[in-house]
Structures are given as C-alpha cells and as structure tokens.
C-alpha cells in the first residue's frame, strides 16, 4: 500500500519561501510520477508541479514557473517542492499525488494522496 506523507506546510510572509516534503514509502517508485497539488478554499484542486521518480522530466504549472522546484531524493524516497516569492494567492493546503508511468496534469489521473499540508502567506 502506497502512503504519501507530507510535510513542512506554515505560515509565511509574501516573498517568503517554504519547502514542502512527501515522504513516500510502500512501493518501488522507479515507474512512479509525483505531483504536488493544492486547493484552496472554494477552489478545485489544482496541479502545481509534477517530476518522474528518475529525476529526468518535470513540469511546472504556468504561475508557479520561475518561483517553485519540484525535486527528487531517491535515498530517502522523498520529493520536495522549493516555493520560494511566496504570494498570498498560493494560500492553499498542499497535497502530494503518486501515479504509475508518466507525470499529468490531471488530478484523476493520480491514484495515491497524502492528507495535505497547509500553507497561508500573509499580505
């Protein structure tokens, strides 16, 4: 059974930075795509930023672009996303997202989610 445990979510000024963790365990992730997601009040949830287990591909959805890094420790089965320029519009909990083949963008296409941590950027 694929767990997903995340990490690291607070509270932050705008321009401040947070670094996320998704400690993932259950599974030889070699195969796997992970993807971190976010959802904020009233809001669908959305992606944010997806890589494949190897490292190799990544992909970053348009207003994260240049301020968020999605990254892999393969030692620790951890994946990380760098959110530095924080806005208060990225005010949102956080999920991680793991799926077998290639990253998506689409949330229906993840099979196993962690519980989600919060994140709130103050103005």
């Known amino acids: 059974q694929v767990q997903l445990v995340e990490s690291g979510g607070g509270l932050v000024q705008a321009g401040g930075s947070l670094k996320l963790s998704c400690a993932a365990s259950?599974?030889?992730?070699?195969?796997?795509?992970m993807s971190w997601f976010r959802q904020a009040p009233g809001k669908e949830r959305e992606f944010v930023a997806a890589?494949?287990?190897?490292?190799?591909?990544?992909y970053y959805e348009d207003s994260v672009k240049g301020r968020f890094t999605i990254s892999i420790d393969n030692a620790k089965n951890t994946v990380y996303l760098q959110m530095n320029s924080l806005k208060p519009e990225d005010t949102a909990v956080y999920y991680c997202?793991?799926?077998?083949?290639?990253?998506?963008?689409?949330?229906?296409?993840?099979?196993?989610w962690g519980q989600g941590t919060q994140v709130t950027v103050s103005s």
């Open positions: 997202a793991a799926r077998r083949g290639a990253a998506k963008t689409g949330r229906i296409e993840y099979d196993y």
């Open positions: 890589i494949h287990w190897s490292g190799s591909i990544t």
């Open positions: 259950g599974r030889t992730f070699g195969t796997y795509a």
